[in-house]
């Protein structure tokens, strides 16, 4: 399968969201369909070798959509984020259009019956109407064009939207009024002059144009943040081919090259550093403010900034698989899904319109025939105000936008959300449950003591560390490159036996060696020589204790420390704040786990947990109704972060595990834990917030146009600020959550 993700131009509402997404999904082998009409962008799963993308876009273009099928490069897909499109090009001129001819209609039709008027421009009534028509024809066919287009389209197909409700509306008045101008006769029989509507059908169209543009503006802010990262990729790189410095573009760029980077330059692809020391602002990227120094062998990532020093480095990744290629797309990818909240407002979407037109003819009848006058007039206006009101493109903003900003907000702090519904669900964590090393801790464990006994210690440690080179624990590499560090020659063993949670065992020059928990050593039945009062002793310090037995005896203790990180103890201390219930999960004994929990403020923990274990925790802490977030490095806890309901991985630089959690945190700080429930929490408040303004702005302007309170000029205001002010409340977010 293959994800599609492509433009497409001529949505203007809710209901256009769902009947996209249905033509699309009616293909064969077509799943997941999501449309953004924020983003104005549509995202599928199809098998590339059957799918057929003009059949498609021809389905969408009988219904007035344009799928943009040509975008195939993410070049292309950038490019399009950062430049004005077509659409708003030409929404620009329309709208110019109609106000320019709607200045004059709305100004005549105002004081066309004062006397200092006709005293300015001495014509008729008739006279007057005619011009109203000649002013107003323009702004219906050509300004107002795309409403009626789309209105056509959805008649061939028994279908309604926004643009139905609009040309209904407006085409009412402007037909009625064309009639009274251009066969007076026909009303001739009538005891009053007969009214014209010409300004309000120019007047409609002018202010939803006006919301339509401002719309989009809005709209094109919400991603901000995406263009920020876009912006970070420079354009070209300076690289070393046979001994000399060339200036190439950053496209032509490969894995493998050397490229040159001098103070101040943005780094333009992710690698590592062959010579030369700096230190680079990484902020962008990861959140973190403080520069970030580097040496030979560091890693430096794609778009970040050199500060001060020369270096050169040798690409790893370049274009989508550098870490900000990988950050846009999971950006992008968060972006276009729906969460269920707004799954629910697509179907109601489904049925507003044709509810509302049933709505607007019930009202024309009504006035028709139970109005005292039995006024056409009356009729016609409330007819046209009841359609105008209630176009539902709040409703179709209301989600993605929120989405959008908070969603950019979390990737400009370093916390990268997968999908939508991880941020519906963020802000009802009820439980966290902590892996304990690389989360906890720094993840860089260090031998700090070593207790030997009958035994030279650099003896104890050439047959530690010589079976632990077999062995990928990160306890075992500590113990390796205290070896190293020693300048102990090692040796390969023999035999080699891994215990998974327990410890290792294998021959060295002929002698067993058993090296892990004391359980292993019992399990092993090694002679412990009354040394449990040691290791009981030991234990009281809170770092780990790897116990060694050679040849059937235990020989002596390595103490292993893993840092806490600076930030644990804040994060963990707001959570409890938050009444978020803390847990975290350990390897170690439970004297060491209780210590190390008691420095942090955790609520609870659990030691000496098995790798396979975390999983069925997560789900004894689900079967008591909590809302679990399980936070571990991505890799190796990936059945607890596939069993939580919110999962969230810790990720340093380059390794980002993005493909195994909800979340990814670009960098080990836990203060982010902390902010993306609160992201998450005024980002559905927010949803909330835009959706409440929509039902309400609905609920009590409809039955106002109905009852004849509202007019249809004040109806198209209200509704094309609606939208806009849906959009604008979605970008306080970015001002809420700086604030905070």
């Given at each position: 399968m293959k994800t599609f993700d492509l433009p497409v131009e001529g949505m203007t509402c809710a209901s256009c969201v769902t009947r996209v997404e249905k033509i699309i999904s009616n293909f064969e082998g077509i799943k997941n369909v999501n449309v953004n009409l924020a983003t104005e962008r549509v995202r599928f799963e199809a098998e590339s070798n059957t799918i057929n993308l003009e059949k498609i876009s021809a389905a969408l273009k009988e219904y007035g959509y344009e799928l943009k099928i040509n975008e195939s490069t993410q070049k292309e897909a950038d490019e399009n984020i950062l430049s004005e499109n077509d659409y708003y090009t030409k929404l620009k001129k329309e709208f110019a259009l109609a106000l320019?001819?709607?200045?004059?209609?709305?100004?005549?039709?105002?004081?066309?019956?004062?006397?200092?008027?006709?005293?300015?421009?001495?014509?008729?009534?008739?006279?007057?109407?005619?011009?109203?028509?000649?002013?107003?024809?323009?702004?219906?066919?050509?300004?107002?064009?795309?409403?009626?287009?789309?209105?056509?389209?959805?008649?061939?197909?028994?279908?309604?939207?926004?643009?139905?409700?609009?040309?209904?509306?407006?085409?009412?008045?402007?037909?009625?009024?064309?009639?009274?101008?251009l066969f007076p006769e026909i009303f001739i029989s009538s005891q009053k002059e007969t009214h014209v509507y010409f300004d309000t059908a120019a007047v409609i169209i002018t202010l939803i144009l006006m919301g339509k543009l401002l719309e989009h503006k809005a709209k094109r802010k919400t991603n901000d943040a995406i263009k920020k990262l876009i912006e970070l990729k420079p354009k070209s790189a300076i690289v070393i081919k046979n001994n000399k410095e060339i200036q190439i573009p950053i496209t032509d760029l490969q894995i493998g090259d050397i490229v040159v980077i001098k103070p101040g330059e943005k780094i333009p692809a992710d690698g590592i550093i062959i010579n030369g020391k700096s230190f680079v602002d990484e902020s962008m990227i990861t959140g973190e403010t403080i520069p970030v120094e580097k040496n030979i062998n560091s890693k430096v990532i794609g778009g970040t900034i050199n500060i001060n020093g020369t270096f050169n480095f040798k690409v790893t990744q370049t274009g989508d698989n550098s870490v900000l290629g990988q950050i846009i797309k999971l950006v992008q990818n968060a972006q276009a899904t729906k969460p269920p909240i707004q799954k629910l407002v697509d179907k109601i979407a489904g049925v507003f319109v044709p509810s509302v037109i049933v709505i607007a003819l019930i009202t024309f009848i009504s006035w028709l025939i139970f109005s005292s006058e039995h006024s056409f007039s009356n009729a016609l206006i409330n007819f046209v105000a009841v359609l105008i009101v209630a176009c539902p493109c709040a409703l179709g903003l209301a989600t993605p936008t929120a989405i959008i900003v908070g969603t950019g907000i979390g990737a400009s702090n370093g916390i990268l959300f997968k999908n939508s519904e991880a941020i519906e669900l963020a802000h009802k964590i009820s439980t966290i449950i902590f892996d304990k090393t690389g989360t906890i801790t720094e993840g860089r464990p260090e031998v700090s003591e070593i207790y030997p006994?009958?035994?030279?210690?650099?003896?104890?440690?050439?047959?530690?560390?010589?079976?632990?080179?077999?062995?990928?624990?990160?306890?075992?590499?500590?113990?390796?490159?205290?070896?190293?560090?020693?300048?102990?020659?090692?040796?390969?063993?023999?035999?080699?036996?891994?215990?998974?949670?327990?410890?290792?065992?294998?021959?060295?020059?002929?002698?067993?060696?058993?090296?892990?928990?004391?359980?292993?050593?019992?399990?092993?039945?090694?002679?412990?020589?009354?040394?449990?009062?040691?290791?009981?002793?030991?234990?009281?310090?809170?770092?780990?204790?790897?116990?060694?037995?050679?040849?059937?005896?235990?020989?002596?203790?390595?103490?292993?420390?893993?840092?806490?990180?600076?930030?644990?103890?804040?994060?963990?201390?707001?959570?409890?704040?938050?009444?978020?219930?803390?847990?975290?999960?350990?390897?170690?004994?439970?004297?060491?786990a209780e210590i190390i929990a008691k420095k942090i403020g955790i609520n609870e923990f659990k030691a000496e947990v098995l790798p396979e274990e975390k999983a069925n925790i997560v789900k004894q802490y689900q079967n008591n109704r909590n809302i679990v977030a399980m936070i571990g490095d991505g890799i190796n806890d990936a059945p607890a972060l596939a069993q939580a309901d919110v999962s969230i991985a810790i990720g340093t630089g380059t390794d980002i595990a993005i493909e195994t959690a909800d979340i990814t945190l670009l960098k080990g700080n836990l203060i982010n834990v902390v902010k993306l429930i609160e992201l998450s929490g005024k980002t559905i408040k927010t949803i909330k917030q835009n959706l409440f303004w929509a039902f309400i702005y609905n609920t009590i302007l409809i039955p106002l146009a109905a009852f004849g309170i509202l007019n249809p000029m004040f109806a198209a205001l209200a509704m094309s600020l609606s939208s806009v002010s849906v959009v604008t409340n979605s970008l306080r977010l970015n001002y809420k959550f700086r604030k905070k």
């Open positions: 320019i001819l709607t200045l004059p209609v709305f100004i005549i039709n105002m004081f066309m019956d004062y006397k200092f008027f006709n005293e300015i421009l001495p014509l008729n009534s008739e006279q007057i109407k005619k011009i109203l028509f000649i002013l107003t024809t323009p702004i219906i066919f050509i300004s107002g064009k795309r409403f009626f287009s789309a209105s056509l389209n959805n008649l061939k197909h028994f279908t309604a939207d926004m643009n139905s409700l609009v040309a209904i509306g407006t085409g009412s008045a402007y037909l009625y009024s064309s009639i009274v101008t006994f009958n035994i030279d210690k650099n003896e104890l440690l050439f047959y530690a560390a010589s079976l632990e080179t077999k062995s990928e624990h990160p306890l075992a590499k500590s113990i390796v490159e205290k070896a190293k560090e020693l300048k102990i020659n090692l040796t390969s063993p023999e035999t080699f036996t891994n215990h998974s949670g327990f410890g290792i065992a294998g021959i060295v020059n002929n002698i067993p060696v058993i090296i892990g928990t004391m359980n292993l050593m019992k399990e092993y039945s090694i002679k412990l020589n009354n040394l449990e009062s040691k290791y009981e002793e030991l234990s009281n310090q809170g770092k780990t204790i790897v116990s060694i037995a050679i040849d059937n005896t235990l020989k002596g203790f390595i103490l292993i420390e893993d840092k806490i990180k600076t930030t644990a103890i804040e994060a963990v201390s707001k959570l409890n704040d938050m009444n978020i219930h803390t847990v975290m999960l350990t390897g170690d004994n439970k004297l060491t």
